[in-house]
Structures are given as C-alpha cells and as structure tokens.
C-alpha cells in the first residue's frame, strides 16, 4: 500500500533549467531516458521512451510524454498493521520479539514516528516484527494494554508485555529499548 502525497508543486518541465528538457528530437530520447528534480528529492520525470510517446502541442512543437516517479517506492517498508481480530495470532504467538506501535491517524507525534518504525522494522527485520495498531480501529487492544496516550510502543517477546515507550522518541531510544530483548 503507498501512501498518499497530499500537495507537491512541481514546476512545469519547459520552466526548468534543464537543456534535455526542450522541445527534443528522437535522438536525444534514446540518450536520456530521465530528469531528475533537484529540489524534490527522490523524484524524477521517467520521459517518454518511444516515438509514440511524443505528441505535439498546439503550436505544432513536439513535446515529449512522461511521468513523475517517486523513486524512494523501492525502499519504502510498509509496517503491517494488526488490529483486535489478529493481536494474538501476529504478537502473542510470536516465536520472536515484535515491536508494536500504537498510533491514530489524527495524531501529529505519530506521524512524526512512522518513519522512524519504518527505518527500524527494515533494520531488524528477522529478528524483530514490527507492527502498528490504529487505537481508533482497534480500542479493546489499546484498553487491554492501557493506552491512554499515543504513541506508544510496546515490545512484546513470547507473548507478554516487556517494555514501553510513551511519546515521539529518538531513534536511540527505541533502540536501546530493543536491544534488550533480541
């Protein structure tokens, strides 16, 4: 599942400095098969490959396809989320360590550690499973382990509550945390 970009203002390709980014010929097509955005990082414009792929605009000038391509997709890690049907099968019968976030989408602290249980989840990944519980979605979890603030993250190993983590915490922090228990 990707996430969804809310605003980016990306100015037109004919606006940039870039000379491949002229009105261009067949040749300079199979040279360059793509642009990369100086300011946006990870994006670039994936241009058109063939010569289908060329249209021209109104004033007769041919102009290239294309799309903008977000290349961070590749590396993204999408932490799975786990919810009051599948808490004991995922976490409590867990044969290793599992991190669990417990988070809501109106939270701002929470997506401010997303990215954070993200980078570590890649980073332990077979020796820790990382999950995220939506409160909202999920509040007999959330009242069973007694979460009253978010985010919090709880480390379970064989099936029972070893530490929390109340607030949006540095990465060290998490990891100390769980290098106790791998």
């Not at 009105?23 to 990870?42: L, M, N, Q, T, Y």
């Not at 290793?96 to 990215?115: D, K, T, Y």
């Not at 890649?122 to 959330?142: F, H």
Request: aromatic fraction near 6%.
């Amino acid at each position: 599942m990707a996430g969804v970009l809310e605003t980016l203002t990306i100015p037109r390709a004919s606006a940039l400095p870039s000379a491949s980014l002229s009105p261009i010929d067949k040749s300079s097509v199979a040279r360059r098969s793509s642009v990369r955005f100086s300011e946006f990082r990870g994006l670039r414009i994936q241009t058109a490959r063939s010569s289908a792929l060329l249209r021209k605009s109104s004033s007769g000038v041919a102009r290239r396809g294309g799309r903008i391509v977000c290349e961070a997709q590749e590396t993204a890690v999408e932490v799975p989320a786990v919810n009051d049907s599948t808490w004991k099968q995922l976490v409590l019968e867990s044969d290793s360590p599992v991190l669990v976030e417990f988070w809501a989408p109106w939270c701002g602290p929470c997506r401010m550690i997303h990215p954070l249980i993200d980078k570590l989840a890649k980073q332990y990944a077979g020796k820790l499973k990382c999950y995220k519980v939506n409160t909202d979605e999920s509040p007999s979890t959330a009242t069973q382990y007694g979460i009253r603030s978010i985010p919090t993250v709880i480390i379970f190993k064989n099936g029972e509550k070893k530490d929390a983590v109340i607030g949006a915490v540095p990465e060290s922090t998490l990891t100390t945390c769980i290098e106790k228990f791998l």
